[in-house]
C-alpha cells in the first residue's frame, strides 16, 4: 500500500480525533474545583436568593413571618458555636477541623425607606435578627410619618356661614 499525503493526511486527522475522543473519555467526570464552583455559581436558584415583591413584582419589606424563616434557614450557616467540632490530627502535623457549615458570612439586603437597597453580611442569627428588623422598623416609621403628615395638615377650608352684622356708628358724647 503506497501513502500518498492525502491519505497520509486523513490517516493523521483520525488518530488525532481517536486521542481527542480518548482523553475525553477517561476524564469523563472529572472536574477541578474551579470548574464544580463555576458550575454550581450557573445552576438556577444555586444560591438560595429570594426576594419579596408585590404583586407588581417590585420589591417589598418583608413580614415578620418571612424574616423569622428566612432567619431559621440561614442559622446553620452563621452558627459560631464550636460544640461538636472535632480535631482531626494529620501525619504531617498539621491539625485540620470539618467546621460542618458553620462560622460562614450571609449576605442580607433589605429596601431602605428612600427606595434604595441595603446590603449588609452578617456572621450571628442577632445581627441578621436586628438587619431584618429595621426593615420592618422602617416601613412602620414611614407609615406613622405618612400619617402623622396628615394630621399636621390644615383642615380644608369651607365656605364659613354667612351672618347679618350690623355696624352702628353713633357719635360719641361728650361729657
Given amino acids: 500500500m503506497r501513502i500518498t499525503p492525502r491519505l497520509g493526511t486523513v490517516w493523521i486527522a483520525a488518530f488525532s480525533l481517536l486521542v481527542a475522543a480518548e482523553a475525553l473519555a477517561s476524564n469523563a467526570g472529572r472536574h477541578d474545583a ?9 445552576q438556577p436558584g444555586a444560591s438560595a436568593a429570594a426576594a419579596a415583591v408585590d404583586r407588581h413584582g417590585k420589591l417589598r419589606a418583608i413580614t415578620p413571618e418571612e424574616a423569622r424563616a428566612l432567619v431559621d434557614g440561614m442559622a446553620r450557616y452563621v452558627n459560631q458555636s464550636s460544640e ?7 501525619e504531617n502535623g498539621a491539625i ?10 450571609v449576605s442580607l439586603a433589605r429596601v ?20 431584618l428588623a ?3 422598623k422602617t416601613a412602620k416609621a414611614k407609615k406613622a410619618s ?7 395638615q390644615p383642615a380644608p377650608r369651607t365656605a364659613a356661614p354667612a351672618t347679618a352684622m350690623t355696624a352702628t356708628t353713633a357719635p360719641l358724647e361728650e361729657k
Avoid: I, P, W, Y
Fill in 146 to 152: 405618612a400619617k402623622k403628615a396628615r394630621a399636621m
Fill in 84 to 90: 461538636g467540632l472535632t480535631l482531626v490530627r494529620h
Fill in 134 to 136: 429595621k426593615d420592618r
Fill in 112 to 131: 431602605a425607606a428612600d427606595g434604595s437597597a441595603v446590603v449588609r453580611c452578617v456572621n450571628t442569627k442577632e445581627e441578621a435578627q436586628q438587619f
Fill in 34 to 42: 474551579d470548574t464544580l464552583a463555576k458550575e454550581a455559581d450557573e
Fill in 96 to 105: 485540620s477541623v470539618d467546621l460542618d457549615d458553620r462560622f460562614q458570612s
